[in-house]
């Protein structure tokens, strides 16, 4: 039996594409749906969240019969629209991919969305960042400062 892959597009904001839903309107990005978790789960990255919890519609078509156990509650998005639960075994993600030799600001965004939590997307470029690039970010916040540390994530 396979398993099926969700799809996240984590490219940076200035690459990023969103789709139009007939009758919804535009759809949420991944950096927007995870803004809006509960603040227990502040501490989480957004690799994390989309690979540990699963959203719950609190109402409407798309809510099951059958919800997961209780004691998997993590909480309601600060949205109020999902509840969210931990789920018993990773879903299996995919995240956009980038080479740091085709892509380099795309591969720095996609390292920082795996070790840095944030509420807002503009947290993730901090002040002492005087470049302002994702590549600089990585090294100002101690993530990858070396050749061999870069390695490491291309392992990924």
């Known amino acids: ?49 989309f690979r540990h919890y699963q959203l719950i ?8 019969k059958k919800l997961p156990k209780q004691d998997l509650f993590s909480g309601i998005t600060m949205d109020l629209k999902n509840h969210v639960y931990r789920r018993t075994d990773p879903a299996l993600v995919r995240f956009s991919s980038a080479h740091p030799a085709h892509n380099p600001e795309s591969f720095f965004y996609n390292v920082l969305l795996q070790h840095v939590p944030f509420r807002h997307e503009a947290e ?30 291309l392992k990924w």
């Open 124 to 153: 993730l470029l901090s002040i002492q960042n005087r470049m302002g690039t994702w590549r600089e970010e990585c090294r100002v916040r101690g993530i990858i400062t070396s050749e061999e540390e870069l390695d490491e994530h």
């Open 57 to 64: 519609p609190v109402s409407g078509k798309k809510r099951p």
């Open 1 to 49: 039996m396979s398993a099926a892959v969700q799809y996240i597009d984590t490219s940076p904001p200035t690459h990023r594409t969103r789709l139009v839903v007939p009758g919804q309107g535009l759809g949420m990005t991944a950096a927007s749906v995870y803004s809006v978790r509960p603040s227990s789960l502040s501490h989480v990255s957004l690799y994390d969240y």
